[in-house]
């Protein structure tokens, strides 16, 4: 099942996306819809990096050699 939400773009960017819609035949949902996939995963990356590392910052985690984790995953 797919949900609907509306999305205000600038007019440049309204038009761009209007005109590659219209030189490739494919409509501008479909660019959109590509377009968050895509990036939704690299702002998901950033996320977990940096609540990675406010945890270090904040005494919760600490770093490790190579060494000491691969020691760790073999006991």
């Known amino acids: 099942m797919s949900k609907q939400t509306a999305v205000?773009?600038?007019d440049e960017?309204?038009?761009?996306?209007?005109?590659?819609?219209?030189k490739t035949g494919r409509t501008a949902?479909?660019?959109i819809r590509e377009a968050i996939?895509?990036?939704?995963?690299?702002?998901?990356?950033i996320y977990l990096?940096?609540?990675a590392?406010?945890?270090l910052h904040n005494?919760?985690?600490?770093v490790v050699s190579s060494e000491?984790?691969?020691n760790d995953m073999e006991n």
């Open 8 to 10: 205000r773009l600038p």
């Open 13 to 22: 960017t309204f038009e761009r996306l209007r005109n590659l819609a219209a």
């Open 29 to 31: 949902t479909y660019y």
């Open 37 to 45: 996939e895509e990036y939704l995963g690299d702002l998901e990356d």
């Open 49 to 51: 990096a940096e609540q």
């Open 53 to 55: 590392l406010e945890q």
């Open 59 to 62: 005494g919760k985690d600490k």
């Open 68 to 70: 000491e984790f691969w």
